[in-house]
Nanobody
Framework: VQLQASGGGLVRPGGSLRLSCAASGRGFSNYAAGWFRHAPGKEREFVAAIGWGSKSTSYADSVKGRFTISRDNAKNTVYLQMNSLKPEDTATYSC?????????????WGQGTLVTVSS
C-alpha cells in the first residue's frame, strides 16, 4: 500500500484546512488509517485514527473538537478536516494505514504535507 498526503498550506489562526490521503494498492479499505504530525524539534505525534468501517475513531486530546477524520473507501481516501487551527498545529502531517497497535502504530506510512498556521 502506498499513501500520499495532500492539502497542506499556509492558513491563519482560526482558519480551516482539509487534508487528503490517497492510497494505492490492495486492501486499503480493510485497514484502519491514521494521521500523525511532526513539528520541528518535537517527536512525531498521533493526531487521529479511524477504523476500516469508520465506526471507530480516536483523537489526540490536543485536537478533539477541532479535527475530524473520515474516509471514503470507494475512493481509497482518508481525510482530516481541521478547524479552528492554532499556531501550535503547525507541522508536517502524514497518513498511515494498517494498524499494528491501535491507534498509535501502523504498518504503512506516506509522505507528509506541510501545514503552517501563522498570521
Amino acid at each position: 500500500v502506498q499513501l500520499q498526503a495532500s492539502g497542506g498550506g499556509l492558513v491563519r489562526p482560526g482558519g480551516s484546512l482539509r487534508l487528503s490521503c490517497a492510497a494505492s494498492g490492495r486492501g486499503f479499505s480493510n485497514y484502519a488509517a491514521g494521521w500523525f504530525r511532526h513539528a520541528p524539534g518535537k517527536e512525531r505525534e498521533f493526531v487521529a485514527a479511524i477504523g476500516w468501517g469508520s465506526k471507530s475513531t480516536s483523537y489526540a486530546d490536543s485536537v478533539k473538537g477541532r479535527f475530524t477524520i473520515s474516509r471514503d473507501n470507494a475512493k481509497n481516501t482518508v481525510y482530516l478536516q481541521m478547524n479552528s487551527l492554532k499556531p501550535e498545529d503547525t507541522a508536517t502531517y502524514s497518513c498511515a494505514a494498517n494498524a499494528r497497535t491501535w491507534p498509535i502504530d501502523f504498518e504503512y506510512w506516506g509522505q507528509g504535507t506541510l501545514v503552517t498556521v501563522s498570521s
